[in-house]
């Protein structure tokens, strides 16, 4: 089945511990993306890529990080979380840019304490 | 900069009415425009699109949205709606040639039995 998958779906954590969300793509997407949901607020773009080792920043891209060492994954990293990045988050990817039909994953709910 | 404004936060309307859920953008050349269903603790799933071409789409679940490049909008339709369109709407451009995707702030739509 062609899908998005992200781990954890939920996590809990306090400030500064560093933590990493997997994302992971069987449907061998060049791009994919991460959002963050927030209410009132939309999908706001935190980090994109539009093939491996090729990242660029979103519109809210402060205290995260992005690696794409192989083509199916494309994890976020928070080195020290604080509690204004407590949201959900959405991993996304398409078959070529930004300017396609874009897959989501199932959301992972971050609490910051 | 591109740019995606949904004016309605909230919506209701009575099962069996029409709907309408509006969505305005600014890009500066001719935008990839989407609509984005989110059912509640769902990720997002594609409604429809819109790249070049006919300026009335359809899409799954008998939704229609028309783009019109004079009033820079591309407002979503459905001439009955079902109590399982209860869900939350975005609307989104996207880049042509690159990664940057912008959504709106979302439209709830509640539906009245």
């Known amino acids: 089945e062609a899908q998005v998958t992200q781990n954890p779906r939920y996590l809990i954590t306090v400030t500064g511990k560093k933590l990493t969300v997997t994302c992971s793509q069987n449907m061998n997407h060049e791009y994919m993306s991460w959002y963050r949901q927030d209410p009132g607020l939309g999908l706001r773009q935190i980090y994109y890529s539009m093939n491996v080792e090729v990242t660029d920043k979103g519109d809210v891209p402060e205290g995260y990080k992005v690696s794409r060492k192989e083509k199916r994954n494309f994890p976020l990293i928070l080195e020290s979380p604080s509690p204004n990045q407590t949201s959900l988050y959405f991993c996304?990817?398409?078959?070529?840019?930004?300017?396609?039909?874009?897959?989501f994953g199932p959301g992972t709910r971050l609490l910051v304490l | 900069a591109q740019s995606v404004t949904q004016p309605d936060i909230h919506i209701t309307v009575s099962e069996g009415a029409s709907l309408e859920l509006r969505c305005n953008y600014s890009?500066?050349?001719?935008?990839?425009l989407f609509w984005y269903v989110q059912s509640p603790g769902q990720g997002l799933q594609l409604l429809l699109k819109?790249?070049?071409?006919?300026?009335l789409v359809q899409g799954i679940k008998g939704f229609e949205a028309e783009f019109k490049r004079s009033q820079s909008s591309f407002n979503l339709r459905k001439p009955s709606v079902h109590w399982s369109d209860a869900a939350e709407y975005f609307c989104a451009v996207g880049e042509a040639n690159a990664g940057k995707s912008t959504f709106g702030d979302g439209t709830t739509l509640t539906v009245k039995p």
């Open positions: 890009y500066g050349a001719t935008p990839y």
């Open positions: 996304a990817s398409s078959l070529r840019r930004g300017g396609e039909t874009q897959y």
């Open positions: 819109y790249f070049s071409g006919d300026t």
